[in-house]
């Protein structure tokens, strides 16, 4: 409710203390049983009874011992002599009574209060307590008090109304914090005049009348009666705009107008209010004109603080010259039109005369040069106040410069030949005109061809001539331009001085020389779907207003072109020259042949017989599809890229070359790959580590062993030399866990090379990395041979032998706690009962479960029962999908894909790609390859899943599988035809980079293809 007001009643004794002394007096109970007493035992003769009561014979009786109280018997009121209170018990009330507006009852049950409100709603009200009740149909908080009543909503609300004679009475807690009059007059502690009202208070600082200031008790922001002019109520000591679009601020004793943009201010005292002002004109110091040239008068404005919104009159007029406004609106001529007037007069507002006067124009009359006065003349029509019309005038000095002209020039001119020859007198008469000069000069610069006459000279693109006006008129008669080489525009200016140096603004004009022929047709882009497609033209049109021959260009970035109709293609260039209309048929036949998938960037250009020739022409061609990046080795040897990782926004992957295998890195900025310099021999198992780039490598010196290349400085540096000597421990499987790097690694040379987990770890003080083995899965000299590396809910997942293989390959877990180097390792399942192999594969996080390829019936070699298996978050193993019940399911190549798990698979009907959601339902994708193998390497990329697929047609090659409409198609038969290994290799190596699809194929080993090189599939194409 905010905050409460406690008040003390004015001038009477705290209810507190007359309630006190009342029922010191008399205990209502016991006083009734009393006067029974004696109305049964005691006849009247003013004997005293037994409890001191005396019968006075009439109906009363008094209490003999000074207290004042009587008590009368036919109503049961008592009554105080000494204090005047009457009382009354009835019931479970005390009622007491003293005169208007002190009727009270007491509630003896609970010792509540009321009291009569016979001062507004003539009801029983509680008392000395706050309750919500109805004031004028709003609900407020109300406190009944002795002498008086406290209404309250919030803090800017508080009254309080005396109970003797009514006046309410508001807290001030705006500015003062105290008790105030409510609507009613009274003075303030400074001789002022106050009056609170609900929402704002008025204050009369000078005794009056008038509701000078008010202010608002919600915002407490000032407001003053304009009864000087307006009579409305304005912002107080705050800057405004009136209607008038004036800018006014109020004080106590003036008001301050700014108008003209602010350029002039006037003051006006409020102590002469009543008086009619004079208008005010604003304006500026002598304004410069040139001779035959229009000049805008800036800086006058009109100002009448007494019109408000009602009209004045203004009259403008000039000496030697006309008037004219750029806007006429709200403005009523009796003399002129406000266009070109030398005098006009007119009524209409100040705000639509200022708007009329920012658009003032001034023209002096032909060829004339000198002083001119603009006069001002402002009549308020007397508005309001006493004083009549009142009448401004203010004159405003124009000095009209005295400068030559040359007219006469079209903006364009138009010659069809460049042979023909321009006479410009035949066209529009030239004019020059000067009235004071002995002489003036005429230049006319072109920026090609060649200008002539009777005299005037003509070098560095200008024709000049200096002469009296006359016969530079008769030389300008006779002018004539020459065109020079092509056609096209020619842009010209001219400039004109007098021998006293005035000249006005250069003109311009244009030449335009026709006879450029044009190539149109083209559309400005075109796309096809595939490499093989080709691109017919057609609707192209050759135009030469001279039907010369033309000759015809057109250049590809790549790809061939050819026509049935003649022209030659060579250098990436298709060419003929011919007549208009066989170029154009042959143009009409080209069609354009890709080389390879990619944008192809189109020039054309045409130059008839003359060398007129427009600017080129130039469109692209986007051809869909997969294209051959880089080929890494050249020939039909094979690059076989792989192990692809971005570093540092490049990317980074092993190949061979025909020196060897290296480490290669591809530049964004050009796209093309390279050797990294200073790289060892890379064999691959590229992964990101402690920001630098780990990977196995070989320097001859110490064989294949763990290398780095550091990612601040590019440096490498071998890491470990595990195996010792110039043997090679053979890094696979690199992965980071645990802020450590593992990998498969093995101590002795093949058939039985000891591969195992190992661990490399960075002591974090010294920076120093040290290799260790992290887990022997086949104790002894034998291999686990770790495979699948993949974290999972804290472990590291892997596909391992045990001892002796007792249970073949199996999954394991290894697990090491934060900043513990070596964990221990744990075969987790039995998944191909006995001494078989499960040989679990493509080891997929998903959906908080760990999902994976397990066989439960034999061998790698020929798995019987490959199946979807999972570990949950608990580490529980189980079938997770038995997609063909009592064959081979086949899973394989599990991916993730915008939510779902997909992967290849089959359910005895052929291999198709495969969805789970993350509830475990599962459905076969639309799929047109069954045969064995026809689904591999699926990788999510866009938002679609990219595969090998294979199709009797065209065998393996490029797929795409549509997540949104569900549909697989070919994107791009790489090695046409069907043989059954081209296309794709068998391990494509898919990547995605810079937004686009990075990945190894072969278009043909043998002829003009290419080995297994990369490519890159580009999606925006």
């Known amino acids: 409710m905010g905050t409460r007001y406690v008040c003390t009643d004015l001038g009477v004794p705290n209810r507190e203390l007359v309630l006190e002394q009342l029922e010191e007096r008399i205990v209502l109970d016991g006083a009734v049983a009393d006067t029974q007493d004696v109305v049964a035992q005691q006849a ?92 004028n149909t709003e609900w407020a908080w109300v406190y009944n008090d002795w002498n008086g009543s406290f209404y309250y909503t919030d803090d800017l609300h508080n009254m309080y109304q005396d109970h003797n004679g009514g006046q309410m009475w508001w807290f001030d807690a705006v500015t003062d914090n105290v008790w105030e009059l409510y609507q009613t007059w009274f003075a303030d502690g ?58 006014q601020y109020n004080t106590w004793d003036t008001t301050t107008y700014t108008y003209g943009n602010g350029l002039y201010t006037y003051v006006q005292n409020h102590l002469v209010a009543g008086e009619n002002d004079a208008p005010q004109i604003g304006v500026s110091g002598t304004q410069t004109a040139t001779e035959n040239t229009d000049t805008l008068i800036s800086g006058i404005a009109v100002l009448d603080i007494d019109a408000g919104l009602n009209d004045v009159e203004a009259t403008l007029s000039v000496a030697h010259g006309t008037l004219t406004f750029g806007s006429v609106t709200g403005l009523t001529f009796t003399t002129g039109t406000g266009n070109h007037d030398t005098t006009m007069v007119f009524t209409g507002s100040q705000d639509a005369i200022n708007a009329a006067l920012a658009n003032l124009t001034y023209t002096g009359d032909p060829a004339f040069a000198g002083t001119d006065n603009l006069d001002v003349t402002i009549n308020d029509l007397g508005n309001t106040g006493t004083g009549g019309q009142l009448i401004s005038t203010q004159s405003i000095q124009i000095d009209v410069a005295d400068v030559p002209s040359l007219t006469g020039f079209a903006d364009t001119y138009n010659l069809n030949h460049p042979t023909d020859i321009l006479q410009f007198s035949l066209i529009q008469n030239l004019v020059v005109s000067d009235m004071d000069s002995p002489w003036v000069t005429v230049s ?13 000279t003509f070098a560095a693109g200008t ?55 044009s190539l ?104 869909s599809g ?77 064989g294949t062993e763990l290398w780095k290349m550091d990612g601040a400085s590019g440096a490498f540096t071998r890491c470990t030399d595990i195996y010792g000597g110039t043997g090679s421990s053979y890094p696979s499987s690199l992965v980071v866990y645990n802020n450590d790097l593992y990998f498969a690694a093995n101590t002795a040379a093949f058939p039985n090379p000891n591969t195992e987990l190992w661990v490399y770890h ?46 073949g390959n199996e999954l394991w877990r290894y697990h090491a706690d934060p900043g513990q180097i070596v964990g221990t390792g744990t075969r987790i399942s039995n998944i191909a009962a006995g001494t078989a192999s499960s040989s679990p594969m493509f080891l997929t996080v998903f959906n908080d479960s760990l999902y994976f390829r397990a066989n439960s019936a034999s061998s790698i070699i020929s798995p019987a029962n490959s199946e979807l298996w999972k570990v949950d978050i608990n580490g529980t193993v189980s079938l997770a999908k038995d997609l063909w019940v009592g064959g081979n399911g086949d899973t394989s190549y599990l991916t993730v894909l915008n939510g779902n798990l997909y992967f290849a698979g089959n359910d005895g009907t052929g291999v198709k790609i495969w969805m789970m959601t993350p509830d475990e339902t599962f459905s076969s994708l639309a799929w047109a390859g069954t045969a ?43 090695w046409p035809g069907a043989n059954p290994n081209n296309g794709l290799s068998l391990a494509p190596n898919f990547y995605a980079y810079n937004g686009d699809l990075y990945f190894l194929a072969t278009d043909g080993s043998t002829g003009a293809g290419h080995g297994y090189e990369l490519w890159k599939y580009d999606p925006a194409v």
């Open 444 to 456: 006319i610069f072109v920026d090609s061809g060649t200008l002539a006459s009777t005299a005037g």
């Open 932 to 974: 064995s193998g026809a689904v591999k390497y699926l990788y999510a990329f866009n938002n679609d899943l990219y595969f090998q697929g294979y199709s009797a047609a065209q065998g393996y090659e490029l797929w795409k599988y549509d997540d949104t409409t569900g549909t697989a198609s070919l994107l791009q038969d790489i």
């Open 626 to 702: 997969a294209a051959l990046l880089q080929d890494i080795n050249p020939g039909t040897a094979a690059s076989n890229p792989g192990n692809f990782l971005e570093f540092q926004g490049e990317l980074y992957f092993t190949a061979s070359d025909a020196t060897g295998g290296h480490l290669f890195k591809i530049d964004p900025a050009i796209g093309l790959a390279s050797v990294v310099p200073g790289s060892p021999t890379a064999g691959g198992g590229l992964v990101i580590f402690d920001g630098d780039l780990y990977f196995a490598g070989n320097d001859a010196t110490y």
């Open 520 to 623: 149109t047709g083209f559309l400005s882009s075109y796309s096809l779907g595939s490499p093989t497609e080709t691109l017919a033209f057609t609707g192209i049109i050759i135009t030469d207003a001279d039907l010369e021959n033309v000759t015809v260009n057109v250049q590809v970035s790549s790809g061939t072109l050819a026509s049935s109709l003649g022209g030659a293609f060579a250098a990436g260039t298709w060419t003929m020259t011919d007549t208009v209309a066989n170029v154009q048929g042959a143009l009409n036949a080209l069609v354009f042949t890709p080389s390879t998938a990619g944008y192809v960037t189109v020039t054309t250009h045409i130059i008839d017989a003359q060398g007129n020739s427009p600017v080129d022409g130039t469109f692209s061609i986007s051809v």
């Open 44 to 135: 009247d003769g003013g004997q005293v009874d037994s409890l001191g009561w005396i019968s006075t014979g009439n109906g009363w009786w008094y209490e003999d011992n000074g207290s004042g109280w009587w008590w009368e018997e036919a109503t049961g009121w008592y009554w105080n002599e000494n204090t005047g209170w009457w009382v009354l018990n009835s019931g479970d009330f005390s009622y007491w009574y003293h005169g208007d507006h002190q009727y009270w009852a007491n509630e003896i049950s609970t010792g509540a209060w009321f009291w009569w409100d016979d001062v507004t709603d003539q009801i029983w009200e509680p008392a000395f307590t706050w309750f919500a009740d109805q004031v």
């Open 190 to 247: 400074l001789g002022g005049q106050v009056y609170n009202d609900l929402n704002a208070s008025f204050y009369d600082p000078s005794g009056g009348t008038h509701f000078y200031l008010q202010q608002d008790h919600a915002t407490t922001t000032w407001t003053w009666f304009d009864w000087v002019e307006s009579q409305t109520w304005e912002p107080y000591q705050t800057s405004f705009t009136d209607p008038n679009g004036i800018l």
């Open 762 to 807: 960075i002591d974090p003080v010294s920076g120093i990395g040290t290799a260790q083995l992290a887990a022997d899965c086949w104790v002894g000299s034998s291999s686990g041979y770790p495979s699948n590396l993949t974290v999972f809910n804290g472990d590291l997942y892997f596909a391992a032998y045990d001892t002796a293989s007792n249970n």
């Open 463 to 517: 024709w000049s001539i200096t002469d009296t006006v006359a016969n530079v008129q008769t030389v300008l008669d006779n002018l004539t331009y020459s065109q020079v080489g092509p056609g096209g525009t020619v842009n010209a200016t001219t400039h004109i001085v007098d021998a006293s140096g005035n000249s006005p603004v250069d003109g311009a004009f244009q030449i335009v020389v026709n006879d450029i022929p």
